[in-house]
């Protein structure tokens, strides 16, 4: 199973072990990971599971879509380059060892 | 977490509720919410013939179990009166018709689109009282302001906002007219034909002229309705697309008419307006239930239910949860954020969150108290609040400086 390690809002670490074929959303929210809420449990279109992805990983991910990317430009912390929605990630080998940063609301 | 958590081993019937009416219900549900919420997971209420879930994490739970607790519903009365309408469909089948009508109601679409035709429409609306000094803001504001916003954003052309708002009306009463009552069914057969005659008038140009309404989207998809789906999900939309956006605007007037001290706070900085906004729909939820059908026997939460049981998720009980937000039945703006599910959750979250969010708390409301000077209720004690299926202020008299 892929390793992912979350870089929290306040800086801490914590890293997990995910099911291939989960979201990262799912996997964040089976660990409790801080500031991954999901209110729409993952249809795109709450915009409240935002993470960045570093520039290593962003090209390796399937492309963001179009309705994704609108939402990504209403997320609570301001969007930044390796912006994604977690849940429209599935976990497969392209994530093991990946670090996720959770941003930190302004 | 969450099913796997709350399905246990032990389990019991499901405890009743039997010594509350109908109308206290109406009048006031939250004593009633506090109570199912401290009896069990899942209690039935006699008055109303139902099942229903109180808790926050039940319902999160159901709402992420969408094969136990299943949107589908052959027999249901939404899809008597509006057709198979994609809030009774799961999985694949609801999201292709999702997908859909997105386009129109995307933030960035919000933003860009439907912003500047809300703010006209603000505009004239208030033009039409803000000099009298004395106003109810449900007839005067909400009602019209909703009803136009909502013909707007679906492409109707020559819609009024009182047709709106009576079909809106009809098609939810007879989505809930559980006695059949004939007089119901007929207004409702009449608002759906009302409803699909504006459709049929209003196809054509949107064909001719793609743009960023729900109509256009949904004939303009990859993956284009058919129109007995756009029948069906424009009459849902009519349905649940009026009162929500109309009740919290109200509902969040009220809120910092009460309480003066927030009001002050807010208007002194203009980026706690969404923050107020979502504190009011948790506060008093406008949809405070929906339906969800149970596939399969299953102990939920220690609660026996069986395949075929009806249960209805309580999001306006599970919102003033005392488990998760602290002091619950207090509005307050500046409470620990926190997520709510007044918009539900799961695959079929509002689809007009983003509109709902742009046009009444960061347009209607904090225009109001701009425009408005020394905006005040004119007696609390005529500010009436009524429902639990669906809840809000029916009048909000008010009165201000001229």
């Known amino acids: ?106 | 977490m969450g099913v796997q958590a709350a399905i246990e081993e032990t389990s019991s019937a499901v405890p009743v509720i039997s010594d509350v009416t109908f109308a206290e219900l109406s009048i006031d549900p939250y004593p009633t919410f506090k109570r199912a919420r401290e009896l069990a997971a899942i209690v039935r209420i006699a008055a109303a013939n139902i099942m229903i879930a109180t808790r926050y994490e039940d319902i999160m739970a159901m709402e992420r179990d969408a094969e136990t607790f299943s949107s589908v519903n052959p027999q249901s009365l939404v899809n008597k009166v509006m057709g198979h309408t994609m809030m009774r469909k799961d999985g694949e089948a609801h999201a292709r018709e999702r997908k859909a009508v997105e386009p129109a109601l995307r933030p960035g679409a919000v933003k860009s689109c439907w912003a500047p035709k809300l703010e006209a429409i603000f505009d004239d609306v208030m033009a039409g009282f803000e000099t009298n000094g004395e106003a109810d803001l449900f007839t005067t504001l909400a009602a019209p302001m909703a009803g136009r916003a909502l013909a707007e954003v679906l492409g109707f052309l020559d819609v009024d906002w009182q047709t709106m708002a009576l079909w809106s009306q009809s098609l939810i009463d007879g989505a809930g007219n559980y006695s059949s009552d004939s007089e119901i069914s007929r207004k409702a057969a009449e608002a759906a034909r009302g409803v699909e005659q504006a459709i049929d008038r209003a196809l054509a140009y949107h064909r001719e002229n793609p743009n960023m309404s729900v109509l256009s989207s949904m004939i303009h998809a990859d993956d284009p309705h058919t129109l007995d789906q756009i029948y069906a999900n424009i009459k849902v939309a009519v349905g649940g697309g009026l009162n929500e956006p109309r009740d919290s605007i109200l509902t969040l007037v009220l809120g910092l008419l009460e309480n003066p001290d927030q009001l002050e706070r807010v208007k002194a900085d203009p980026n706690l307006w969404p923050v107020a906004f979502e504190e009011s729909v948790r506060w008093i939820s406008p949809i405070g239930m929906y339906p969800r059908r149970v596939t399969r026997d299953v102990i939920f939460s220690g609660v026996q239910l069986r395949a075929g049981d009806q249960v209805g998720l309580c999001v306006g009980a599970a919102n003033r949860d005392a488990s998760r937000f602290q002091d619950p039945d207090r509005f307050d703006v500046f409470r620990e954020k926190k997520s709510h599910l007044a918009f539900g959750a799961g695959p079929h979250f509002c689809a007009g969150t983003w509109v709902a969010r742009h046009m009444v708390g960061r347009l209607v409301v904090p225009r109001l108290f701009e425009r408005l000077k020394n905006l005040r209720l004119r007696d609390r004690a005529d500010v009436r609040i009524q429902g639990w299926v669906f809840r809000g202020p029916t009048t909000l008299p008010v009165v201000w400086d001229v």
Do not use: W
Not at chain 1, 20 to 44: F, H, K, R
Not at chain 1, 51 to 56: G, H
């Open chain 1, 1 to 106: 199973m892929p390793n992912i390690t979350f870089i929290l809002p306040d800086g801490k670490e914590q890293g997990c072990t995910a099911r291939d074929g989960l979201s990262l959303m799912e996997v964040a929210l089976q660990n409790a990971v801080p500031g991954i809420i999901a209110e729409c449990n993952g249809s795109a279109a709450c915009a409240t599971c935002h993470i960045v992805v570093d520039d290593a990983l962003a090209p390796m991910l399937d492309p963001i879509s179009e309705h994704e990317s609108d939402m990504l430009d209403f997320t609570a912390a301001p969007r930044a380059p390796g912006s994604r929605l977690s849940c429209q990630i599935k976990v497969d080998g392209r994530v093991d060892g990946a670090t996720i940063r959770i941003p930190a609301e302004v």
